[in-house]
Nanobody, 123 residues
Framework: QIQLAESGGGVVDDGGSLALSCTAS?????????MGWFRQAPGKEREFVAS????????DYSNSVKGRFTISKVNAKSTIWLHMNNLKADDTAVYYC???????????????WGLGTQVSVLT
C-alpha cells in the first residue's frame, strides 16, 4: 500500500539548481522507515544519493553530492525534498525516491520505489 511519486525534474544549465520532491502514501510516522534518493544514468548502476529518516533528522549523502545537495523532511508532511545546487553534467540521471527499513546506501535494501524523474544538466 506504500506508494512513492517523484516530481520536479527538468533541464538545467551547468551550475544551476533544481528541487525534487517525493510524495509518500501508506507510511506510518511511528515506524522505522528511511527515505532515500537514488539516481541512475544510462549504462550505469543505480547510485545512492542521500537518505533521511521518515521523521527527519540526520541525513546521509554520497561523497559526490555532499555539500551540493540537501535532503529534507518536514514534520507532519508526507513529502521528502532533494534540493540540488551547483549541478554538473555528471548529475544527469533519472532520480528515484525509495523507502526501506534500514539506514543504508544499498538500493537492494530499499523495498519501495517511485518511477523516477529525469534531471538533465546541460554542458
Amino acid at each position: 500500500q506504500i506508494q512513492l511519486a517523484e516530481s520536479g525534474g527538468g533541464v538545467v544549465d551547468d551550475g544551476g539548481s533544481l528541487a525534487l520532491s517525493c510524495t509518500a502514501s501508506g507510511l506510518s510516522f511511528n515506524t522505522n522507515i528511511f527515505m532515500g534518493w537514488f539516481r541512475q544514468a544510462p549504462g550505469k548502476e543505480r547510485e545512492f544519493v542521500a537518505s533521511i529518516h521518515w521523521l527527519g533528522g540526520i541525513a546521509d549523502y554520497s561523497n559526490s553530492v555532499k555539500g551540493r545537495f540537501t535532503i529534507s523532511k518536514v514534520n507532519a508532511k508526507s513529502t521528502i525534498w532533494l534540493h540540488m545546487n551547483n549541478l554538473k553534467a555528471d548529475d544527469t540521471a533519472v532520480y528515484y525516491c525509495a523507502a526501506g527499513k534500514r539506514r543504508t546506501s544499498r538500493p537492494g535494501n530499499y523495498e519501495y520505489w517511485g518511477l523516477g524523474t529525469q534531471v538533465s544538466v546541460l554542458t
